[in-house]
Structures are given as structure tokens and as C-alpha cells.
């Protein structure tokens, strides 16, 4: 698989250090290890998902918890929970951090990507949310401990964006 399996592991020993424990996640190839990781880890809940607008809820009730959480999700799922994120965690002032693998751009070999991938930071920006790119294993801590101190600090989802750059190893 060509997924980077030491990237992903950066990307996960990063959330722990910021204190996540419940990461919230659909199947989706950039995010295999990812999950695999936090369904292997006992210090982790990982809640597998129907579809990833109910990560907001998660997200929503570990926050009210006193619990650290993340959502993974692609960035057709970050679309796909736009309601959710306006109308619940914006309106009520849940922090959500989201890992949104960031498919679609220059070496996107799926054509059904593409359409996801142009829309992702227009939609980001229209609603106010800020983020950022992880796409350089040297970076992934900080910019994941930075994105967590905001959305907390906040009270306002914040997003982090896999790139291929970071997640893409060329067979």
C-alpha cells in the first residue's frame, strides 16, 4: 500500500500528545493506519462511523465530557458535514478538530477525487474555519499541538490537511 505508514504514525503519536483519546473515522485509504493504530491502541476509543457528520456529535459529547477527541475524515467528508459543523459544533462552540485527508490535487490518480479536492479549502474559508497542511512529518506535531490549543482555546473546529506530500509514498 502506498499509504506512508511512518508519516501516519507521526500523525498519530501527535494527537496523543495533545491528549486525544477518542478519534472518530469512516474507512478511507489515507487514514488506513491511522485507524488501525487507534483500534489497536487501549489508551484510544475509536468510534467507527456510519457516516461523518455523526463525528461532530462524537466530538460534541467528548467535549462536554472533559475528553480530548478528533474526527478523520476525507475531505468529501468534511462536505458531507457541513451541516452538522454550522448548525451544532459552530453554533454551540464545540471545539472539533478534524485530520481531513486532503485528496484531489496534482498526482490524484481517481478522477472522483478531483471534485472534492477543489471545493475543500473554498468551503473551509466560507466558514470560517481555519487550517492548515500537514505535509511534512518535521512540522506534523507542532501544527497538530497548535490546531488543538485553538479549537480549545476558541471553542471553534479547526482543520488539518494530509497531503500527498506527507501521506503518498511512490512505489
Known amino acids: 500500500m502506498p499509504v506512508s ?9 501527535a494527537l496523543k500528545d495533545c ?12 487514514l488506513v493506519h491511522l485507524i488501525r493504530m487507534a483500534e489497536d491502541d487501549p489508551e484510544m476509543t475509536l468510534v467507527r462511523l456510519a457516516k461523518e457528520e455523526e463525528g461532530v456529535g462524537i466530538s460534541a459529547g467528548a467535549h462536554l465530557a472533559g475528553v480530548k477527541s478528533a474526527m478523520l475524515m476525507q475531505n468529501h467528508g468534511f462536505l458531507a ?10 453554533l ?27 471545493a475543500t479549502e473554498p468551503v473551509l474559508r466560507a466558514l ?5 497542511f500537514l505535509d ?15 479549537a480549545n482555546a476558541s471553542l471553534h473546529p479547526a482543520a488539518l490537511l494530509l497531503t500527498r506530500e506527507l501521506m503518498w509514498e511512490e512505489a
Not at 505508514?5 to 503519536?13: G, I, L, M, T
Not at 491528549?19 to 489515507?30: K, N, Q
Not at 458535514?81 to 448548525?87: C, E, K, L, R
Not at 470560517?128 to 492548515?132: C, V
Open 5 to 13: 505508514q511512518a508519516n501516519s504514525r507521526v500523525v498519530y503519536e
Open 19 to 30: 491528549g486525544i483519546r477518542i478519534v472518530s473515522a469512516l474507512p478511507e485509504t489515507w
Open 81 to 90: 458535514s457541513v451541516n452538522g459543523i454550522v448548525s451544532f459544533a459552530q
Open 92 to 118: 454551540y462552540r464545540i471545539p472539533l478538530l478534524m485530520i481531513i485527508s486532503y485528496r484531489g490535487h496534482f498526482g490524484e490518480r481517481d478522477p472522483w477525487q478531483t471534485q472534492g479536492g477543489s
Open 128 to 132: 470560517g474555519i481555519p487550517y492548515s
Open 136 to 150: 511534512n512529518p518535521a512540522t506534523v506535531a507542532k501544527r497538530i499541538a497548535e490546531a488543538q490549543t485553538w
